[in-house]
């Protein structure tokens, strides 16, 4: 089992950053490839980010390409997520999720094993 936790999410204006952090408990992140997804309010879950188990290879939702850096610090079982220049559109409450096996999918919400329960991440205009 993994438990993960996210942090770091609040209220900011637009243009500002945020970074989150998942943390992880249970059993070491390093051998596990990384998603951050988010969710508005009236809307489906949406992929964000991946970053594979070693952080070599990472994907970028198109909507975050340019603002958003993924990181992970195996050492302290976290996985980052910088946030650039926010925009209202980014407003949702952001899950982190494990995957242990990759599937190719790193997009799709049911292939992830472990969800933390998310940060609120808040863009006022």
């Known amino acids: 089992q993994v438990q993960l936790v996210e942090s770091g999410g609040g209220l900011v204006q637009a243009g500002g950053s945020l970074r989150l952090s998942c943390a992880a408990s249970g059993r070491t992140l390093s051998s596990y490839n990384m998603g951050w997804f988010r969710q508005a309010p009236g809307k489906e879950r949406e992929f964000v980010v991946f970053?594979?188990?070693?952080?070599?290879?990472?994907y970028y939702a198109d909507s975050v390409k340019g603002r958003f850096t993924i990181s992970r610090d195996n050492a302290k079982n976290t996985v980052y997520l910088q946030m650039n220049s926010l925009k209202p559109e980014d407003t949702a409450v952001y899950y982190c999720?494990?995957?242990?096996?990759?599937?190719?999918?790193?997009?799709?919400?049911?292939?992830?094993?472990?969800w933390g329960q998310g940060t609120q991440v808040t863009v006022s205009s």
């Open positions: 970053i594979n188990w070693t952080g070599g290879s990472t």
């Open positions: 999720a494990a995957q242990r096996y990759y599937s190719g999918r790193h997009y799709f919400v049911g292939d992830y094993e472990y």
